[in-house]
């Protein structure tokens, strides 16, 4: 597409119209609106416009944290993307805030990953109807695809590289 072509300007029309028609038909607090708000931002960044991306990359994180998504990779993706556009201006203090979150959504993702291959979560229908301890029911999430730290790497390097200078702590 245009993005990979590196025709920035001409892919964001797309790209918003893409997030605009997401909020029209799932409504504005929908994971959807979040992929999509996460698209924009990387695009901006890849464009070079950090100052932009960063309160679309927040609403992306937001709308993540509201929803059954915070434990997805998605989430993890789009902290690190949000500590990309603050490395890009120089704040490190956030950058580095968000860098350790989304590690730490890596690790969850991977955890729940590991226990589903072991068989030790519940199949999605029991789930649904089997109360937890306290007597809340059990949440139904979506099985993740695991967010491996090397594609962190491919996708964001410059976040990757700082990861690694402030010790990966």
């Given at each position: 597409?245009?993005?990979?072509?590196?025709?920035?300007?001409?892919?964001?029309?797309?790209?918003?119209?893409?997030?605009?028609?997401?909020?029209?038909i799932?409504?504005?607090?929908?994971?959807?609106?979040a992929?999509?708000?996460?698209?924009?931002?990387?695009?901006?960044?890849?464009?070079?416009?950090?100052?932009?991306?960063?309160?679309?990359?927040?609403?992306?994180?937001?709308?993540?944290?509201?929803?059954?998504?915070?434990?997805?990779?998605?989430?993890?993706?789009?902290l690190?993307?949000?500590?990309?556009?603050?490395?890009?201006?120089?704040?490190?203090?956030?950058?580095?805030?968000?860098?350790?979150?989304?590690?730490?959504?890596?690790?969850?993702?991977?955890?729940?990953?590991?226990?589903?291959?072991?068989?030790?979560?519940?199949p999605?229908?029991?789930?649904?109807?089997?109360?937890?301890?306290?007597?809340?029911?059990?949440?139904?999430?979506?099985?993740?695809?695991?967010?491996?730290?090397?594609?962190?790497?491919?996708?964001?390097?410059?976040?990757?590289?700082q990861?690694?200078?402030?010790?990966?702590t």
């Amino acid at each position: 597409g245009l993005a990979e072509q590196g025709k920035f300007s001409e892919a964001r029309p797309y790209f918003q119209e893409v997030l605009d028609a997401n909020t029209r038909i799932h409504g504005p607090e929908h994971p959807e609106v979040a992929k999509g708000c996460m698209n924009l931002g990387l695009l901006l960044l890849q464009s070079g416009d950090a100052r932009e991306a960063l309160p679309i990359l927040q609403r992306a994180v937001d709308l993540y944290e509201k929803g059954d998504e915070a434990k997805t990779p998605g989430m993890a993706l789009s902290l690190y993307q949000l500590a990309s556009a603050h490395l890009a201006l120089r704040e490190f203090g956030p950058a580095r805030r968000h860098l350790q979150r989304a590690r730490a959504k890596q690790r969850g993702a991977r955890q729940i990953a590991r226990r589903r291959e072991a068989g030790e979560t519940p199949p999605l229908a029991d789930a649904a109807i089997r109360p937890r301890p306290g007597g809340a029911q059990a949440s139904v999430l979506a099985a993740p695809q695991v967010h491996r730290p090397q594609l962190a790497a491919q996708r964001f390097p410059a976040a990757a590289e700082q990861l690694q200078r402030f010790g990966e702590t």
